[in-house]
């Protein structure tokens, strides 16, 4: 179990350690400089994973755009990898490498309509697809482009959908093979859940061996769709078969749903971690070394064995990215103490702006409160700098014990704040860095609905 506070020391404990961070925390400006810190510490890693506390927040977008501009320009970076669907994440990609027929980023971003689609379609994110099309467009033409690519696995019938488009154009044989072993989907309408519900209790066979052969049978074709061409062949094979590969793993993944919460978690940042590894392997096939930021949920990102879920079983993206890549990563988790932010009151459900409830007491968020800097980064490790520092021992000794943490998905629930959204993390093993801000504002849909648009709440339930 996690080690708590005693109670009655709780308030001169946090005001100590609050003063501590306070003395080595870099305060967030606004200026150029303002994550010089985090350069220096992230170093020559080649991967920096960049969290957020919530799918909603405009500046937890805004700071992971800035610090992945950077990464991009001074360290060479050439891959943008996120928490989204494959497929969706393919028009963007091409889009910003100058190989599609979108005209701009808006209808590069058209392709993410499953909810959430604000997590994507938002300003924030139409602003850095922009940024990183002028980018590319003025890279000389032996320069490696910067790509963006989806890591997720809920778009089975999207994938479906683009697999059987490949092979219509490169072997129509193969097409009419896949059509068929994927029928077994059809009388799901789309509904994954459904499909889930009733292969898992044997209502029907499952499709587990149709999608099998079906990725077989791409693979072992490979080389021959990959060579047609040239490199534009080259890729769209690989992007072919990662889809396959989508198929198969999200086909388990639904049926996994009704057998427990850590059995389909672990499938799903399973397949965002091995598709991650698959994407670093295929960048590289021409020699270098991939460069690669990731943009996800912190849940996703921080170190699971240094939280809650850890100790019941979960693992995560990034245990799985420090495990195979051992001291080349970076993770860096966000926090907020209280703000609005979008979010839907449950799934598949439109949008809203909701007011963030102030953090609750023995909480990280409440402990950066008390620090009394508005937006700061917390390093978590050591770097040159605080080689020395007593107080930043003292910050890291402080913060060992357990904590409440935060964690708003696309789904906020008020009325059951502590059950819905708080968890218990050991700070030090789970980030190397922190970024607080402590009030912040929703991220901008660009889609906005009328409870979007609408006065937010000033007051909450009373139930946490």
């Known amino acids: 179990m996690f080690k708590t506070k005693n109670k009655s020391t709780t308030s001169e404990h946090t005001k100590t350690l609050a003063s501590n961070i306070r003395a080595v925390a870099h305060p ?39 610090i992945t501009r950077r990464l991009i320009q001074e360290k060479g970076f050439t891959a943008v990898a996120v928490e989204a669907d494959w497929p969706d994440a393919q028009r963007v990609n091409r889009y910003v490498r100058g190989e599609s027929s979108d005209d701009e980023a808006g209808a590069a971003l058209a392709g993410f309509k499953r909810f959430p689609s604000w997590m994507w379609r938002n300003s924030v994110v139409l602003d850095f697809v922009g940024w990183m099309r002028s980018h590319n467009d003025g890279l000389a033409s032996d320069t490696a482009k910067v790509g963006f690519y989806g890591l997720d696995l809920y778009s089975l019938y999207a994938s479906i959908e683009a697999v059987i488009e490949y092979l219509d154009k490169v072997d129509p044989e193969a097409a009419s093979r896949a059509r ?76 996994s749903m009704f057998h427990g919460r850590a059995s389909s978690w672990n499938l799903r940042d399973t397949h965002m971690a091995d ?43 990034g245990q799985l990215v420090r495990q195979r890549y051992d001291g080349q990563a970076v993770l860096v988790g966000f926090s907020t103490y209280t703000g609005t932010v979008t979010a839907a009151s449950d799934w598949d459900k439109p949008c809203e702006r909701k007011r963030v409830r102030p953090a609750l007491d023995d909480s990280y968020e409440a402990l950066f409160h008390e620090v009394g800097v508005p937006r700061f980064l917390l390093p978590l490790r050591e770097v040159p700098a605080h080689s020395q520092s007593e107080q930043f021992k003292a910050v890291i000794q402080g913060l060992q014990e357990a904590r409440l943490e935060r964690a708003i998905g696309v789904i906020y629930r008020p009325d059951t704040e502590r059950q819905s959204h708080y968890f218990h993390a050991w700070l030090p093993d789970q980030f190397d860095a922190m970024l607080h801000f402590d009030e912040t504002r929703a991220v901008e849909p660009l889609e906005r609905t009328s409870r979007w648009e609408g006065e937010v709440p000033e007051t909450f339930p009373s139930g946490v």
């Open 275 to 317: 598709t991650l590894e698959a994407l670093v392997s295929y960048l590289g096939r021409h020699g270098g070394t991939p460069k690669v930021v990731i943009w996800a949920h912190n849940s996703h990102l921080g170190d699971a064995r240094a939280t809650e879920m850890g100790r019941n079983g979960e693992l995560n993206v």
């Open 28 to 66: 967030l400006n606004g200026t150029a400089k303002d994550y010089d810190p985090l350069l220096e510490l992230i170093g020559d890693a080649r991967f920096v994973l960049l969290g957020e506390a919530s799918h909603g927040t405009h500046e937890f977008y805004q700071a992971r755009a800035e």
């Open 180 to 255: 068929q072993r994927y029928s077994c989907f059809e009388d799901y309408h789309e509904d994954t859940q459904a499909y889930g519900y009733a292969s898992s209790i044997g209502l029907n066979k499952s499709c587990e061996g149709a999608v099998v052969e079906q990725l077989l049978d791409v693979q072992r074709h490979l080389h021959e769709y990959a060579h047609r061409d040239g490199v534009e062949a080259e890729d769209d094979a690989f992007f072919a078969e990662q889809n396959a590969r989508l198929i198969k793993d999200a086909e388990e993944y639904y049926r």
